[in-house]
């Protein structure tokens, strides 16, 4: 199963001792319970859930990790530019079809 965060991916690179270690220092450094932690690293990928963003820096910084390198996931999205015109477009011809 494909997770929506490498987190797993992280720990599961780890020798032994080091990923014990991490695995129960990163609830007390995310301020979060065992469980909670637990729940991020098992996120399917296409789920609508997600971690608080907060959470997804400090644990890039952690690991070592660029902005944005800890999902599985690209973000989709717009500029706003192309929102405005799409809108402007859409006014006009409802302009044109009232005509």
């Not at 319970?33 to 959470?55: A, G, H, M, V, W």
Request: with cysteine.
């Amino acid at each position: 199963m494909a997770y929506k965060y490498k987190i797993e991916e992280f720990l599961e690179n780890l020798p032994v001792k080091q990923n014990r270690i991490l695995i129960n220092q990163i609830p007390e450094i995310l301020g979060i319970s065992y469980n909670t932690f637990r729940n991020y690293c098992k996120i399917p990928l296409q789920s609508k859930k997600d971690i608080p963003y907060e959470c997804v820096r400090k644990l890039e910084i952690l690991f070592g990790m660029q902005h944005g390198e800890l999902t599985n996931e690209e973000p989709k999205g717009e500029h706003y530019m192309e929102l405005v015109k799409k809108n402007v477009i859409k006014k006009q011809e409802e302009t044109f079809l009232r005509l």
